[in-house]
């Protein structure tokens, strides 16, 4: 089943707001949006939901963690205690303080490229991938709204609360 | 939108629209560089490749060919480590802890800042790597067990804590910095497309990673890059304190101290901003970005230079006042004590004062803030005095043993000048490339704010003046095609 929809043009970020909120005021949906830079707030308009990721970066935060302290209580207790200066490593209690460096720098070093690993496969920002801003535009000063249209007369209503909002193109594109 | 008190001067001045900015930014890297870029970087591969020669000498006879003894077997080496990984440090701040402040003036300095952080790493790392004598073993550093028998690498040592710390930031860094550069290679990619530049354009498509502004994508990214930033800000402080316990843990006097942590994390941006000045009064006027990286720009980077300063230099006054209260006779000889003042390195004793303690106090006029070539010449002469602290740290704590019998000098040799000659090119050569490669701004996150600090709409009553606007709130952008 082909789709129809109708991509409004603005040429301001506050412009492109009023727009979104009209739009979803008269009850259509707003499929995507395209800027040049984040427009704050129009996710709410848009009514995306709140993103998870930083939650993903506090699992990975405790994995790091749990995994450091995992290998550094292998190595220097059980496996094979070094004794240093008569201070040997009889249990990880008594090593604790001075883990907490390394502990620290895993926590950080999983949970910053984990976040970022899941931010670029949930985007699906990956090396060689095709863009998919149907006008260069929108990375330079020019801001698309996406919106789905089923019938004739809801082109006509999208279009004209567009132009009423002050888009600069509005074209009706078949998908 | 977020608006910006009327008292504040704009911290973008020439009336620039989100177009504009576009083309100031794109400018440097669609453009061909002129014959002092050429210069710059002929120079910086000639120094670079001198290092390299220095280095391979160094790895090839061993570390004999330095200057270092018995006594002081950490010279310039690892002087210049700290150097290096200390500058490194205001990018970092500048990114990720002024991002935390939400402090709007970051934003034309954070991308050159984050790239000095990279490209000083990357020069650290090869000082400790060539110190130990044998860099083709350098993986031992990593827990392995030793010989791939049983022993293990020693979890309790600053040294190996220094391994995970510095590798972790380095890494961090590098995804913090690529992240912020992903929309921005995006924008080079579509008017590349426009203009129907092939080969540029498939080059900054894969750069770019696909990147196209989908409002979801933007969601996930401002998030990614506040918990980064929050990440990032307990690690920069760790990073320094990291590096001050090589010296802090050990029992030579004068580095046992307890003030280490927080006094190099200081020095560090100190040392840092000062590099970034260095760096930033020269990208502006070479980009022409002078209405970008403006004056207030450099008055504020001063101002926390010169706050750091103080702090190190009340440090500076607690080594000293406590060294001669403790009666300790051990004392009397660290490298802020009388001892060292009139002694043979009295000479890198008042380079350090003068640099970074007495010249740093005319900072506190605002003329001089905001006079650009004074504030170059003291970004360098900071830099210079930064070097001399960790230089009098290593070599005056150890020069006075505590076996009078040890007690000797130590001169660098040729080839330990050539590696760290070797390394400032290899610096300028990246950053040289960098700034004709990648977008020395960050645009898209300063178009978020080009209507609160913007000359076009920061200010409403300048604006009513101008345009007869009555109701005093600021006009809508107007293109510029």
Redesign the interface.
């Known amino acids: 089943m082909s789709h129809t929809y109708v991509h409004a043009l603005y040429d301001d970020d506050d412009r492109l707001k009023d727009g979104a909120k009209k739009v979803r005021s008269l009850g259509f949906s707003i499929k995507e949006v395209f800027s040049p830079f984040p427009v704050h707030g129009i996710d709410k308009i848009m009514g995306l939901n709140r993103t998870r990721i930083s939650i993903c970066c506090f699992i990975y935060g405790c994995t790091g963690f749990s995994l450091a302290f995992w290998m550094i209580s292998y190595m220097s207790v059980y496996d094979w205690p070094i004794d240093i200066g008569g201070k040997p490593n009889f249990t990880p209690y008594h090593n604790l303080p001075s883990w907490i460096p390394i502990l620290f720098e895993s926590t950080v070093l999983c949970s910053a490229h984990g976040m970022a690993i899941t931010f670029l496969l949930r985007s699906w920002l990956i090396p060689g991938v095709t863009p998919k801003n149907p006008d260069p535009r929108t990375t330079d000063d020019h801001f698309l709204m996406v919106m789905p249209a089923y019938t004739d007369a809801d082109i006509n209503t999208i279009t004209s609360a567009a132009k009423a909002t002050g888009a600069v193109e509005i074209k009706t594109v078949h998908a | ?1 977020q608006h910006e008190s009327v008292i504040r001067d704009p911290l973008l001045l020439g009336k620039k ?3 504009q900015i ?1 083309e100031d930014v794109a400018r440097p890297v669609e453009g061909k560089a002129n014959k002092y870029w050429w210069l710059m970087l002929a120079l910086a591969v000639v120094a670079w490749s001198w290092g390299i020669g220095c280095m391979a000498y160094t790895v090839g006879r061993g570390i004999g060919t330095w200057g270092i003894n018995r006594t002081i077997d950490w010279g310039w080496d690892i002087t210049n480590f700290v150097w290096w990984i200390g500058i490194g440090h205001a990018g970092t701040l500048i990114s990720a802890v002024l991002c935390l402040f939400r402090q709007r003036w970051r934003l034309t300095i954070n991308r050159s800042a984050e790239a000095m952080t990279i490209f000083a790493v990357m020069c650290a790392a090869i000082f400790p790597v060539l110190h130990m004598g044998r860099p083709w073993l350098a993986y031992f550093v990593f ?1 392995l ?1 030793n010989q791939f028998g ?7 040592s ?1 040294l ?2 220094d391994v ?2 510095i ?2 930031y380095f ?2 860094s590098v ?2 910095w690529y ?1 912020g550069l ?2 921005d290679f ?2 080079i ?3 590349a ?2 203009a129907g530049r092939k080969i540029s354009y498939e080059i900054y ?20 890059s506040l ?2 930033a929050g ?2 800000t ?2 920069v402080f ?1 990073v320094h304190s ?1 590096v001050s ?1 090589d010296f802090a843990t050990g029992v030579v006097r004068g580095w046992h101290s307890t003030v280490y942590p927080p006094y190099f994390v200081a020095g560090a941006i100190f040392s840092g901003m000062a590099m970034v000045l260095t760096l930033v009064i020269v990208g502006r006027k070479v980009l022409g970005l002078e209405e970008y990286i403006t004056i207030q720009h450099i008055d504020t980077m001063n101002k926390v230079m010169l706050t750091m300063g103080s702090v190190v230099g009340v440090a500076y006054f607690a080594e000293f006042f406590f060294a001669w209260y403790s009666g300790n006779p051990d004392e009397s000889f660290i490298y802020l004590s009388w001892n060292n003042a009139i002694g043979p390195y009295a000479w890198a004793f008042w380079a350090l004062i003068i640099c970074n303690n007495l010249l740093p106090q005319i900072l506190w006029s605002k003329r001089i803030r905001r006079n650009l070539y004074i504030t170059f010449i003291m970004s360098i002469v900071i830099n210079i005095g930064m070097w001399f602290e960790r230089f009098d740290i290593i070599v005056t704590d150890l020069y006075r043993d505590y076996i009078p019998s040890d007690w000797t000098y130590y001169s660098p040799s040729w080839v330990e000048v050539g590696i760290f000659v070797g390394t400032i090119g290899m610096f300028f050569t990246f950053f040289l490339c960098f700034a004709r490669v990648f977008p020395f701004i960050a645009q ?2 300063l ?2 704010t080009l209507k609160a600090t913007g000359d076009l709409f920061h200010n409403p009553r300048k604006i009513k003046a101008k345009t007869g606007n009555t109701d005093g709130a600021p006009v ?2 107007q ?1 510029a095609h």
């Open positions: 939108m629209t989100y177009h576009t827990p067990p049983s022993l293990w690498v020693n979890f309790n600053p190996l804590w995970f710390a590798s972790t890494s961090v995804v913090f992240l992903i929309p995006a924008m990619r579509d008017r497309k426009m498509r894969i750069l770019s990673f696909g990147w196209s502004g989908r409002a979801k994508d933007w969601q996930r990214f401002e998030e990614v918990v980064l990440i990032c307990p690690l760790s990291i316990s898209a996150e178009k978020t809508q952008p293109t």
